[in-house]
């Protein structure tokens, strides 16, 4: 069975061509920041991969269909259309014979830009295992995707609302390749630090671009997750954001929130409790990911 899958014709020309191609996730836009902030930056982030030499392909669902490399319309209609859809992979069936609108998630994304032959995905942080996940079972289908899905996420750690070092163990355990890019702490989203080892450790794009190959040539068909620490510049310390992020979850178990919101909903409270400066944060790890992103897509393209 074919995959209704829209290609735009840039992105398609630069597969074909084997020139390389960056993946970006729409949950970001429509779900991670608020309007205008979200439109401009995925506007930038596309400017910031184009400028490193490599095409953007801005992934997510318009009415029904999969949509690989989005236009400047549709980037802003997922930026302020309230009812646009955060989709991950169990949703994609659902709204694809709806006929609706939506986000992807790490999950989807990667999974959407696995079938049309992308290597690369950029995002800001990584899914996994959520606090108290012992008694709610809550893990993100992100990585269950990276257990299954050959394609190489780029991202600044895992989101630290979670449990990074049970995420750690659950990809250790589903044989995904994980380094850290010029460090060996792993990073915690908002914070360079997270206190924990980084399994591996790769210098730059090009180190990277090799470990990518390796894994292709072993056979290995999961993903791999290359940690890229947010600027020092713009990190906020990790004890700092750790007590906002205390607080956070304080309120959300106050109010009862569970499920797929839970991520939005921290996200933007955390955006509130820090007076816009995890905002700032968010949007600088984004940008430095799509440089790393470009520059690994180009070293795999040559």
């Given at each position: 069975?074919?995959?209704?899958?829209?290609?735009?014709?840039?992105?398609?020309?630069?597969?074909?061509?084997?020139?390389?191609?960056?993946?970006?996730?729409?949950?970001?836009?429509?779900?991670?920041?608020?309007?205008?902030?979200?439109?401009?930056?995925?506007?930038?982030?596309?400017?910031?991969?184009?400028?490193?030499?490599?095409?953007?392909?801005?992934?997510?669902?318009?009415?029904?269909?999969?949509?690989?490399?989005?236009?400047?319309?549709?980037?802003?209609?997922?930026?302020?259309?309230?009812?646009?859809?955060?989709?991950?992979?169990?949703?994609?069936?659902?709204?694809?014979?709806?006929?609706?609108?939506?986000?992807?998630?790490?999950?989807?994304?990667?999974?959407?830009?696995?079938?049309?032959?992308?290597?690369?995905?950029?995002?800001?942080?990584?899914?996994?295992?959520?606090?108290?996940?012992?008694?709610?079972?809550?893990?993100?289908?992100?990585?269950?995707?990276?257990?299954?899905?050959?394609?190489?996420?780029?991202?600044?750690?895992?989101?630290?609302?979670?449990?990074?070092?049970?995420?750690?163990?659950?990809?250790?355990?589903?044989?995904?390749?994980?380094?850290?890019?010029?460090?060996?702490?792993?990073?915690?989203?908002?914070?360079?630090?997270?206190?924990?080892?980084?399994?591996?450790?790769?210098?730059?794009?090009?180190?990277?671009?090799?470990?990518?190959?390796?894994?292709?040539?072993?056979?290995?068909?999961?993903?791999?997750?290359?940690?890229?620490?947010?600027?020092v510049e713009d990190e906020i310390p990790a004890d700092q954001?750790?007590?906002?992020?205390?607080?956070?979850?304080?309120?959300?178990?106050?109010?009862?929130?569970?499920?797929?919101?839970?991520?939005?909903?921290?996200?933007?409270?955390?955006?509130?409790?820090?007076?816009?400066?995890?905002?700032?944060?968010?949007?600088?790890?984004?940008?430095?990911?799509?440089?790393?992103?470009?520059?690994?897509?180009?070293?795999?393209?040559?």
């Amino acid at each position: 069975m074919s995959i209704p899958i829209r290609t735009s014709p840039e992105v398609a020309d630069a597969l074909a061509a084997g020139r390389p191609v960056v993946a970006l996730e729409s949950t970001i836009i429509s779900h991670g920041m608020p309007y205008p902030d979200n439109v401009a930056m995925a506007r930038e982030v596309e400017g910031i991969v184009r400028a490193g030499g490599a095409v953007p392909a801005t992934i997510a669902l318009l009415h029904g269909v999969p949509t690989v490399g989005l236009d400047d319309d549709e980037l802003e209609l997922l930026a302020s259309d309230p009812g646009v859809g955060k989709v991950s992979v169990r949703d994609l069936p659902w709204v694809m014979a709806g006929r609706r609108h939506g986000a992807t998630t790490v999950a989807a994304t990667m999974r959407l830009a696995s079938l049309v032959g992308i290597e690369v995905f950029v995002t800001g942080g990584l899914g996994g295992v959520h606090r108290g996940a012992p008694e709610s079972f809550d893990v993100s289908a992100d990585l269950t995707e990276l257990a299954t899905t050959p394609v190489t996420v780029v991202c600044a750690g895992v989101k630290s609302i979670l449990d990074i070092a049970l995420t750690l163990e659950v990809l250790e355990t589903n044989g995904v390749p994980v380094a850290v890019v010029g460090s060996d702490e792993f990073p915690s989203f908002y914070s360079r630090s997270s206190g924990l080892a980084s399994p591996a450790r790769v210098a730059d794009a090009a180190e990277a671009a090799a470990a990518v190959g390796a894994a292709r040539a072993l056979g290995m068909r999961s993903g791999l997750v290359l940690a890229h620490p947010v600027p020092v510049e713009d990190e906020i310390p990790a004890d700092q954001i750790g007590a906002v992020i205390d607080h956070a979850l304080a309120d959300l178990a106050r109010l009862g929130i569970t499920g797929k919101d839970i991520t939005p909903y921290l996200l933007k409270r955390i955006v509130e409790l820090t007076d816009g400066a995890s905002l700032a944060t968010n949007i600088a790890l984004v940008r430095a990911n799509a440089r790393f992103g470009a520059a690994l897509a180009v070293a795999l393209a040559g």
